[in-house]
């Protein structure tokens, strides 16, 4: 992951991807490792740049815009871009020890 923070908001972002959440599993995007790059810029625009559990996930539409929401939320924040990416792949080794726990992957 690459975390870029030149507007000094970083850990206030990554506090609001943390309340984001695949609607089928119960971890967050964050801790799932879906989070590839996190950008902050002085101008207050965020750059997140993310990917889906797979593909064709079926909740793809609302966890882009609860991101979105989310990180719109953060003070100081004036736009935030999305982008998605599955260049890598995601897969369970790109979720926290703590989100393997919680799922019973250990």
Not at 20 to 41: K, Q
Not at 44 to 49: A, E, R, T, Y
Not at 62 to 81: F, G, M, P, T
């Amino acid at each position: 992951m690459i975390i870029e923070d030149k507007a000094g908001i970083k850990d206030q972002v990554i506090e609001k991807l943390k309340t984001v959440y695949d609607p089928e599993i119960p971890v967050d995007v964050y801790e799932l490792g879906l989070i590839y790059e996190l950008h902050t810029f002085p101008e207050g625009i965020v750059k997140v740049v993310m990917t889906l559990t797979a593909p064709a996930c079926p909740a793809a539409d609302q966890i882009l815009q609860d991101v979105q929401a989310a990180v719109a939320s953060v003070d100081d924040v004036k736009e935030v871009r999305v982008e998605i990416s599955f260049d890598p792949p995601w897969d369970r080794e790109m979720m926290s020890e703590d989100a393997k726990l919680e799922l019973g992957f250990f």
